[in-house]
T-cell receptor
Framework: NAGVTQTPKFQVLKTGQSMTLQCAQD?????MSWYRQDPGMGLRLIHY???????DQGEVPNGYNVSRSTTEDFPLRLLSAAPSQTSVYFC???????????FGSGTRLTVV | AQSVTQLGSHVSVSEGALVLLRCNYS??????LFWYVQYPNQGLQLLLK??????LVKGINGFEAEFKKSETSFHLTKPSAHMSDAAEYFC????????????FGSGTRLLVRP
């Protein structure tokens, strides 16, 4: 099994550009989340989903959109990139029981 | 609202010494608690989890943590540090409701001196 796959691994954007960070899992997990990691701030929840067709906002949702059309995929869209969105982004999935979350390897995004 | 606080952004120990990383939680309902480890330029890996079955939880790589309700703590320990333990460690709390959100502390970077 591949687990949680994130693409791309690295990306540089110009301010104002849009892009989509891809996340796919092959474990048939219902729960998926997007986090951003910034130095000294731990991981902050951007958006999460409790199943296909159901999404909700986390702690820092502004500037990001998500959708969940299938169980496997949970893409994160940056609508108009800003330097404040420079960060490392992690996608994670869980079966929703006591198993905890499985994380992808991350996408390092730089906005210039 | 649920939250976790990790005391100490950096902890430095000598190889062979006891490792103690502190985590306190805030939750109005019985929490599920987790410790994750992140090695440089990698994702997060689950070390151990507390899900109310036992207060002393053993994880991978010789780590363990004890849930203390009276102290609202879930500290991570390892009797003898190895150089390979150098990493960042995150405590997280999860509320077993319909959202199943995982909320993280700010992390503690463990440095191991030879």
């Amino acid at each position: 099994n591949a687990g949680v796959t994130q693409t791309p691994k690295f990306q540089v954007l110009k301010t104002g550009q849009s892009m989509t960070l891809q996340c796919a899992q092959d474990m048939n997990h219902e729960y998926m989340s997007w986090y951003r990691q910034d130095p000294g701030m731990g991981l902050r929840l951007i958006h999460y989903s409790v199943g296909a067709g159901i999404t909700d906002q986390g702690e820092v949702p502004n500037g990001y959109n998500v959708s969940r059309s299938t169980t496997e995929d949970f893409p994160l869209r940056l609508l108009s990139a800003a330097p404040s969105q420079t960060s490392v982004y992690f996608c994670a999935s869980s079966p929703g029981t006591i198993g905890g979350y499985t994380f992808g390897s991350g996408t390092r995004l730089t906005v210039v | 609202a649920q939250s976790v606080t990790q005391l100490g952004s950096h902890v430095s120990v000598s190889e062979g010494a006891l490792v103690l990383l502190r985590c306190n939680y805030s939750s109005s309902v019985p929490p599920y608690l987790f410790w994750y480890v992140q090695y440089p330029n990698q994702g997060l890996q689950l070390l151990l989890k507390y899900t109310s079955a036992a207060t002393l939880v053993k994880g991978i790589n010789g780590f363990e943590a004890e849930f203390k309700k009276s102290e609202t703590s879930f500290h991570l320990t390892k009797p003898s540090a190895h150089m390979s333990d150098a990493a960042e460690y995150f405590c997280a709390v999860n509320r077993m409701d319909s959202s199943y959100k995982l909320i993280f502390g700010s992390g503690t970077r463990l440095l191991v001196r030879p």
